[in-house]
């Protein structure tokens, strides 16, 4: 978050024009970026500080879905990608390979396939993390097209979470149930986080975990700014698990 260097609901707000990452550290956490969990950290919230700045530097967002994606979306995504070790984010039109998977397990034609607007890839475990469905350029109020992504995204990561248990078939049940899949939804001017899980036999639920609200406005942008920054960590928090 960007302020003063003033306490305001429980958070500590630092101009970052004046002062360091490592300073922030020290003040928020009593110690040094020299230790390496607080290295990760840093990491994290120098590069959200700078995909925020690129949300100010381009207010041309609503134009075209590709652009907003290109210019904000995109970037947040490769924040929580580079701070989980074997994973990258791959944008842009991506095509899941879980679908893939499925449809020759149940040896059907796999010239049907399911495209992304982005995909959170661990490059060890050969498996697909989260998902990216963008609804139109920013601020398009679009009901219809809402529902038809997550209608889209609900069966890709149904499909993702089973292609987890294929690999791991001799898990145990309840480390199943723990497990969780992600799905990112930016539409008109919100960006939503959710997961995706089994909680009884049969029954899965998506549940939405943060939502925030992106201001283009940087007078306007101090509570975004915070919003943001927690929905992002919180879809890092939730797929540091599946590692």
């Known amino acids: ?95 899941l390979q879980a679908i893939s998977e499925e449809l020759k397990r149940q040896d059907l034609a796999t010239s049907h396939f399911y495209n992304a607007d982005g995909v959170i890839f661990d490059d060890e475990l050969g498996l697909e993390l989260a998902l990216l469905e963008t609804s139109g350029p920013f ?23 089973h292609t987890i248990a294929y690999k791991y078939v001799y898990a145990d049940a309840d480390i199943l149930m723990r497990l969780k899949v992600c799905f990112v939804h930016p539409a008109k001017n919100r960006i939503q986080v959710w997961t995706f899980g089994l909680v009884e036999k049969e029954l899965y639920v998506l549940n939405r975990i943060k939502s925030a609200i992106l201001q283009t406005d940087s007078q306007l942008g101090e509570e975004s700014i915070i919003d943001m920054t927690n929905a992002f960590w919180d879809l890092k928090v939730s797929m540091a698990f599946l590692q």
Request: proline share 4%.
């Open 1 to 95: 978050a960007v302020s003063n260097g003033k306490r305001r609901n429980n958070y500590l707000l630092l101009s970052t024009e004046k002062i360091s990452v490592e300073h922030c550290h020290n003040i928020l956490l009593k110690n040094s970026l020299r230790t390496k969990t607080l290295l990760f950290s840093g990491h994290f919230f120098n590069n959200i500080f700078i995909s925020i700045t690129g949300v100010y530097a381009h207010p041309n967002m609503n134009r075209t879905e590709a652009n907003y994606n290109y210019r904000v979306i995109w970037p947040f995504m490769d924040v929580v990608a580079e701070c989980l070790p074997t994973c990258q984010f791959e944008p842009g039109e991506k095509r």
């Open 139 to 161: 601020s398009l109020d679009d009901p219809t097209r809402e529902t038809n992504d997550h209608v889209k995204a609900a069966y890709g990561l149904l499909v993702m979470l």
